[in-house]
């Protein structure tokens, strides 16, 4: 009786403990999505008579994305936030097998953190928020800080699809409607605990809200400094961002937009001195719904400009590296070329084809890019969205070739099958440019196909 009373004891202290913990929460709410695709693939590395680069010439395999997040929001304005994500190719057999063994610490079936934060309302004084933790951080269009896309366990083919895109940062929103103001620190690597040879973010993001026309301003300064790479002959890497954005609706239905950036800073290399940044970029955009026409067709014209470094070889020891870096962009518009020699190397890196580093022919610099973009929705459920890109580069880009990149064409279907259950169709043409060796510009294609389930 003795026993059985000391255990009633320590489990009625034990609920008198818990049971306020429990009652400071005053609501929980459990959601997530499901996402399998089926993508088929054919020279992304545009030689369709290459064998090799890591087999990328075909590609046909099925991959899947598990997210759940919990969201509880407690008293005294405090809610936290926490995601789990498992993103796969499925039964990707180079990833379970070591020296002929199966592997059963197969790191595709992980479960990854991608969010886990806590918000803090009214902190200190009432216009202030703050957030501290694992998070999303998206400004603006997502044109320089958007998304940190990574894919932590190399579990997945098509990186561009990664679940994974928060931040380990410290954010803080001062609200004084209509003027909006967002700092941020942000810890992108951290190397040694120890030494000083992280990579770190700082920002600051300044909105307003006009009382007309749905018009809003920002203006921003993000800094990127990377010292993981310092050593005896590279120094540490600044990148100093500053831009303006904006976008208004002069008349009903029209929507203009644009954004102008400019990079200063340290540009540094393993061979020579470091040189000093001087980089721009521009995405100037105009949109109009007919909203009135049957089928609510769209059509919408953009212009992206990234500075570039001509002919990318060294040979501008001395000078400003004029090549712009994308920082943490989220905003991409096109299937394939915008990934080209990020994720996926072209057979003309040769020798260095792997490395995709950002030369001067990446997709994410040295390029301007003309944007068609329409959109129709035949029915309720079914959307059809068509663009046509032109891409050709700011400057020459090696060995005083053509400047002609290519064209690209993307069609995606949505059907929305019910409120929770859409499927998608991707298909992707880029047809390279004289830019291209004869030989290695062959049309690459990608065939994207998908079930999304959300709760």
Partial sequence: MSKFFKVFCVFALAVFFVTPAFAEVQNVKISGDLTARVISRDDLDLDKDNAGNNGDDVQNYFMSTAEIQIDADLTDNVSTVISLVNQRDWD??????????????????DVLLDLASVTLKEMIYSPLTVTIGRQNIWYGNGFIVGSKLRDDNASITAEEYTALSAFDAITATVDLDPWTIDAVYALEQENTVAGS????????NTGYEFNSYNAEAEAYAFQKTDVSQANAVKEDERILTLGLR???????????????????????????????????????????????LSWKPTLALEYIYYSGEA???????GNDYEGWDPMYRGKFDTAIREFQNVYYATIQRGDNAAATTLDS????????????????????????????AYFTFAEEPRGDRDDEIGTELDLILTYDYTEDVSLGLLTAWFFPGDYWIDGQDDTATDIVGSVKVSF
């Fill in 92 to 109: 990707d057999v180079s990833s379970t097998e070591v020296n002929g063994a199966t592997n059963n610490d197969n790191a595709d079936f």
């Fill in 197 to 204: 040879d992280d990579v770190v973010l700082l920002g600051l």
């Fill in 246 to 292: 904006g976008s208004m609706e002069p008349m009903s239905n029209l929507t203009l937009a644009a954004e102008g950036a400019v990079q200063y800073g340290r540009y540094s290399q393993a061979l020579g001195e470091a040189r000093a940044r001087d980089g721009m970029a521009a995405d100037i955009s105009a949109q109009y719904a007919f909203a009135d």
């Fill in 311 to 317: 002919d990318d070889q060294n040979g501008n020891q």
């Fill in 361 to 388: 022919d990446s997709g994410v610099t040295n390029q301007h890019q003309f944007l068609v973009i329409g959109s129709i929705k035949p029915t309720d459920t079914l959307t059809i969205d068509g663009r046509f």
